[in-house]
């Protein structure tokens, strides 16, 4: 093995800082998994703050001897020598806290300043300093905001926009981000929309070609794995935007999409038989099983069952609180725990399914290999909806991700969570191989925050504190494009920025703000409601006359029942009584417009 690693190269040591030398300049490291390292800085290395987006570079070279405190996790950069059984020489630091304890990204402002300097970025990207037209969308974004000659618009990106400035106009009560989020939503039902008045069902075009002032509609997928066909997963995220925007406004017509849409899956998608939903219909007979969707006929997958909660149900559920939309959550966690895991053959669970549940090992490019994040975002999503309808299974299934992934899907030598890799170990392996490459997504980095940060907000547990705490360290350390704005689509393994074809991009078919707006979001709710016991203010802009009762429902996610309260509420800027602080629920005064309603909640007991 010697021999394999006679030779120098750059990478990084996430570790914990066992004891410093600072004479012989010698730092000692403790990996995530327990492993120690020395670290030579010898060579003078840089030291910083980890910072977030907009902030200026924080330097912290001349205090590195006083900084290296025992317990103290942080990021070395360097290069591995392979004399003298190997030596590795520091050239960058990494703090992520002025104190040996403190993580930036635990203050209670962090994930709301991000969250506005996102929508910042896609807002200038999209429409310049001009007004917010929507005609001028584009789905491909570079890496510095420019526009590329594409002049396509997918319905699912312009629904993930909107999300992500819906999301950030919850935190902040910025009047510009919901702007872009309303007229995002009207140019998806006027452009996208099609109401299907015999089958009284809403569903979705994969998006428009604009060509001048004309546009053709793309009826069908125009992406690889979904040509020509209506896939689940496009109808699913088409709701993303416009649902989280309802929350805000409580505007019915995007309710009535929503139910529409809903009575879409359930006449076409659904599968009454076997249970569950299918992945695919064709765009003639809306059926399931028609030749024409070759491999992708009658199959079922994480997307087409387990999609809805985060994308839309909860939030449907979160505007509304009708029964109907807790007992589909109910149904699809239900099927989740009952046909996803598979922990007498692997640690992951199987994602793809033909129609009776069997396990389909040859599909496409997934084969038998498991999506990292899919087994976190399934952890996440069990914890929230335990807190609607606990049950011992939904809190089993969390917990053994929880226990389980760190080993066979976080990187434990340099921290981040890594993308695609093959569900079985071959023959004498002793770690289970990556599909393609091993680089980290900026998406697959949100699902494990926000799986460890509810896990540890909602059961506690060092371990899921630390998990969660390593994950965000990594993201916001190296993920965070400092120079242009925004997010990385993938980095490196040692963290370093991957920016070769259409990851390079900061738009494009598989990113649109959603995923760092949706992280932003249930960080700062995660971090400042469940862990640091800190007040969060809401923003909403209702009409009340739009409202049952004229109630506006303002908990922020699916969170263990008293966990918090309403503390106050101001309407227009001026303070209002009319609430119930228990239900989270305010009753809005009997006025024929829109009102602006500023909520503040508190946490019922701070850790």
């Not at 926009?161 to 935190?171: E, R, T």
Request: charged share 25%; hydrophobic share 35%.
């Amino acid at each position: 093995m010697a021999d394999a690693v006679s030779f120098s190269f750059s990478d990084t040591i996430a570790g914990y800082v066992v004891r410093f030398d600072s004479g012989a300049r010698l730092l000692r490291l403790k990996t995530a998994d327990g492993r120690e390292f020395d670290v030579s800085l010898a060579g003078d290395p840089s030291a910083e703050l980890v910072r977030n987006l907009d902030e200026p570079y924080i330097d912290a070279s001349g205090h590195i001897d006083e900084m290296l405190s025992p317990g103290r996790f942080l990021f070395v950069h360097g290069i591995h020598y392979p004399e003298h059984g190997g030596r590795f020489d520091a050239k960058r630091l990494v703090f992520l806290g002025r104190g040996a304890e403190d993580y930036r990204f635990e203050e209670g402002s962090w994930w709301i300043k991000q969250i506005e300097s996102l929508a910042d970025f896609y807002r200038r990207a999209q429409f310049g300093d001009g007004p917010v037209d929507f005609t001028e969308y584009r789905t491909e974004i570079r890496l510095g905001g420019d526009k590329t000659a594409s002049h396509v618009q997918e319905t699912d990106t312009i629904s993930r926009l909107v999300y992500g400035m819906a999301s950030a106009y919850l935190l902040t009560g910025k009047d510009e981000y919901l702007e872009v989020a309303e007229r995002g939503t009207e140019y998806l039902r006027k452009h996208m929309r099609v109401v299907d008045g015999e089958e009284d069902v809403v569903f979705w075009y994969h998006g428009i070609s604009v060509d001048g002032d004309s546009e053709r509609k793309l009826f069908t997928s125009e992406f690889s794995d979904d040509y020509d066909a209506i896939p689940m997963y496009e109808q699913i995220y088409a709701l993303a935007g416009p649902v989280q925007t309802y929350r805000i406004t409580g505007d019915v017509r995007i309710k009535n999409d929503a139910d529409a849409t809903i009575r879409l899956f359930d006449k076409f998608f659904f599968d009454p038989e076997q249970g569950g939903y299918y992945s695919h219909i064709d765009p003639i007979l809306f059926r399931a099983d028609h030749e024409s969707l070759g491999e992708n006929a009658e199959r079922k997958n994480w997307n087409s069952v387990g999609d809805h909660a985060p994308a839309y149900l909860i939030n449907l559920y979160l505007a509304t609180g009708e029964q109907k939309y807790a007992d589909f959550l109910e149904y699809t966690f239900d099927t989740i725990a009952d046909k996803f895991p598979d922990y007498k053959n692997s640690p992951f669970v199987q994602e793809r399914f033909f129609r009776d549940w069997s396990h389909d090992k040859a599909h496409s490019w997934q084969q038998d290999r498991a999506v990292v994040g899919h087994n976190l975002k399934i952890a996440w999503n069990l914890m929230r909806m335990n807190s609607l309808k606990a049950k011992p299974v939904y809190e089993e299934l969390a917990r053994k991700i929880g226990e389980i992934m760190p080993a066979v899907g976080s990187d434990v030598q340099r921290g981040g969570w890594y993308d695609v890799v093959e569900r079985v170990k071959q023959g004498d392996q002793e770690t289970y191989r990556f599909a393609w490459h091993d680089r980290k997504a900026w998406w697959q980095q949100e699902q494990a925050i926000l799986a460890y940060l509810i896990l540890n907000g909602t059961v506690g547990g060092e371990a899921n504190l630390r998990e969660a705490r390593q994950a965000q360290a990594f993201y916001n350390t190296f993920f965070l494009d400092h120079d242009e704005g925004a997010v990385y689509f993938n980095v490196l393994a040692d963290g370093t920025p991957y920016l070769l074809g259409t990851e390079r991009l900061k738009g494009s078919h598989s990113m649109s703000m959603y995923h760092s707006a949706e992280l932003c979001y249930l960080a700062a709710v995660y971090n400042n409601l469940l862990i640091n016991g800190r007040e969060m203010d809401f923003h909403f802009q209702p009409d009340p006359t739009g409202l049952p009762d004229r109630v506006l429902r303002v908990s922020p996610d699916l969170l263990p029942a008293g966990s918090v309260r309403i503390a106050s509420v101001e309407i227009d800027e001026k303070p209002y009584t009319d609430f119930d602080a228990q239900a989270l629920t305010v009753r809005l005064p009997d006025v024929p417009s829109r009102v602006k309603v500023k909520v503040r909640l508190r946490p019922t007991a701070g850790k």
